[in-house]
Nanobody, 124 residues
Framework: QVQLVESGGGLVQAGGSLRLSCAAS????????MGWFRQAPGKEREFVAA????????SYADSVKGRFTISRDNAKNTVYLQMNSQKPEDTAVYYC?????????????????WGQGTQVTVSS
């Protein structure tokens, strides 16, 4: 089992930027596809972005394409979500997820491990 800890959330104005980090406990981090999901108040959990275990493939929700970038540093056992041009509708708790597969999962039920979440609030 891999432990995941998100960080980097906070309050930002619309149009601003924020970078989230997700640190994993295992040195076998490079075996895991990684994803980011978010959940706003009263809304269901929503896919944001995902990256394959070797970083060669990525997937993004239409709502964040061109604004968010997912990346990973396997040497640091960390995945990142760079969020630019943020909008109030980006306000949510953001969760990091992992699964040891060679493809790019985009559904919540595709993932085995989850972090505790980090709050992102975008003011207008």
């Amino acid at each position: 089992q891999v432990q995941l800890v998100e960080s980097g959330g906070g309050l930002v104005q619309a149009g601003g930027s924020l970078r989230l980090s997700c640190a994993a406990s295992r040195r076998t981090f490079s075996s895991y596809a990684m994803g980011w999901f978010r959940q706003a108040p009263g809304k269901e959990r929503e896919f944001v972005a995902a990256i394959s275990r070797n970083g060669a493939s990525t997937s993004y929700a239409d709502s964040v394409k061109g604004r968010f970038t997912i990346s990973r540093d396997n040497a640091k056992n960390t995945v990142y979500l760079q969020m630019n041009s943020q909008k109030p509708e980006d306000t949510a708790v953001y969760y990091c997820a992992a699964r040891p597969v060679g493809w790019v999962p985009t559904k919540y039920y595709d993932y085995d491990s989850w972090g505790q979440g980090t709050q992102v609030t975008v003011s207008s």
